[in-house]
């Protein structure tokens, strides 16, 4: 019994000891917890900085849409040149500010379904650059005739989530909140 006792304490002082580095993941848990959406949801982002430098060019895609790996491969200044053919350069604290936060609330470190999905999807296996390019997102707009997307005006490219994705800013991705620009009766044209 005494020994039980004390393996449960020492358990508990380990878990108390780390639980530092977790206190972001903490925060998202209980987030998550009071997020009546919970279940279908990414978190939203919360970060000024992160929402207007990454919200310029496309719209600020929540960093639980990858996982952790793939926002170091992306968030680097060398890679930053590059950025998908633009230069998206960032001054070295803005950079380390919008790696952090990337990292600390990518998939992996969420609780919010859709990350889930992604996380375990991803775990294995190179990283990822690309959200459209996760098997998870490509499967389910599979059905969406081109037209729809690259040959439409209003959206040009699947990259380009909140142009269909009415509440994309909310973290929010169900069917029933998409309005495809120039195809009122979206649902009409394709097989769910
Ligand atoms: C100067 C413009 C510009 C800025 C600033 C910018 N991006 Fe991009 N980003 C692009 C372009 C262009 C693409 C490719 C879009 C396409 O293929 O249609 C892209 C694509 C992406 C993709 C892949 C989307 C997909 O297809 O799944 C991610 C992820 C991404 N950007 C993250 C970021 C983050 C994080 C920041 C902030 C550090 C950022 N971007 C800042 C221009 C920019
Ligand atoms: C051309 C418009 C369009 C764009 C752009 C688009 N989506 Fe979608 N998305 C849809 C449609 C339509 C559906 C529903 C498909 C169906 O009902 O079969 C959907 C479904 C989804 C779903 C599943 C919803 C559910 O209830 O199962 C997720 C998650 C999602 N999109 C995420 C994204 C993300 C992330 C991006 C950007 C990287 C994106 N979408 C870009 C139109 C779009």
Redesign the pocket.
Known sequence: MMQTKSKVAALLAIALSVSGAYAHAEEDFVGWLLNFQRQKNVRPVTDKQ?QE??G???F??QPG??PAKS?EV??NANA?RK??????E?DDDTLKV?HDY?VDNAADKSWYKRSRKIAVATEEGPAP?????LRYISLKHHDIPEKMIKGNKGV?????CDKCHTQAAKGVYDADTVDIPNYPNWDGWFNK
Do not use: D, P, Q
């Open positions: 992160y430098e990454c310029g060019c496309h600020a895609y849409l990858l926002w992306l968030l930053l950025h998908f053919g633009v230069n998206a960032l919008i990337a650059l690309r959200i459209t390019e040009k490219s699947l990259s380009f």
